[in-house]
């Protein structure tokens, strides 16, 4: 494949769906079909299974949290929930609209860790899958598999759009001068970093994914953007 002149690697969750709307959506479900004490054994489940795997794993917490639970009924419909649920009502404003318009500036491509059920299933019910045109990559750690998203999707440069500025740093330090790194302030994890130092810090930084309808190519071509809002 012939080297583009600018690729996109874009976060999905708290980047381009708000997914901390989703996960207070699963705790209120599991309150009301288990209760209290059942919706913590969930979520301690969830919290296991995190460490141990290195990323969210909504679906095996379920396989697990099923084995103490004899609630088949609600169980089903949990399972009916989780795969069913509406992820286009959670894209955030302008987030469409950010997509079409970077699009017109480079290639872009949804880059997101997770497992190889749920995430993929949740990127194309958010719609999100067709409007990138199918480039979606899903790795465990996407930090550490960053020669392989340089193989399928070769560039000169490369700008990257995420809610971790932790994980933009471990990027920048591989890529270098290669890329250019943008920390959309959305979610708890960006609230969490607030006023941590973060090195590299991020080349840019947006309070919100459609503040990037105002960027230029100039924006992202080069590692002193100049630009935070």
């Known amino acids: 494949m012939p080297a583009a002149e600018l690729v996109f690697l ?3 969750d708290d980047t381009l769906l ?4 989703f996960v207070a959506d699963l705790t209120s479900r599991l309150d009301q079909a288990f209760g209290e004490v059942e919706r913590t054994r969930y979520w301690e489940i969830y919290e296991r299974l995190r460490e ?3 990323y969210v794993d909504y679906l095996g ?3 697990e949290f099923r084995l103490d639970n004899t609630n088949e009924t609600e169980l089903l419909q949990m399972s009916g929930f989780l795969l069913d649920y509406p ?3 959670l894209v955030y404003p302008g987030a469409l609209a950010t997509l079409e318009h970077l699009s017109k500036m480079g290639t872009t491509v949804i880059l997101s860790d997770g497992d190889i059920v749920f995430q993929p299933r949740k990127i194309r019910r958010a719609g999100l899958w067709d409007v990138v045109g ?3 990559l899903i790795y465990l750690h996407k930090d550490r598999m960053l020669t392989e998203v340089e193989r399928r999707y070769p560039a000169r440069h490369y700008a990257m759009l995420d ?3 932790q994980l933009l740093a471990s990027a920048k330090r591989q890529l270098g001068d290669h890329l250019t790194t943008v920390f959309v302030r959305q979610g708890h994890y960006a609230a969490q970093s607030e006023g941590a130092q973060i090195s590299p810090a991020p080349d840019a930084s947006v309070r919100q994914i459609s503040d990037l309808l105002d960027f230029g190519p100039p924006d992202f071509g080069t590692v002193d953007i100049g630009r935070s809002k």
């Open 10 to 12: 874009i976060d999905v």
């Open 87 to 89: 992820f286009d009502e």
């Open 52 to 54: 141990k795997l290195g």
């Open 134 to 136: 199918g480039r979606v």
């Open 18 to 21: 708000d997914n901390d709307r």
């Open 61 to 63: 917490t379920l396989q």
């Open 163 to 165: 809610d971790k500025p």
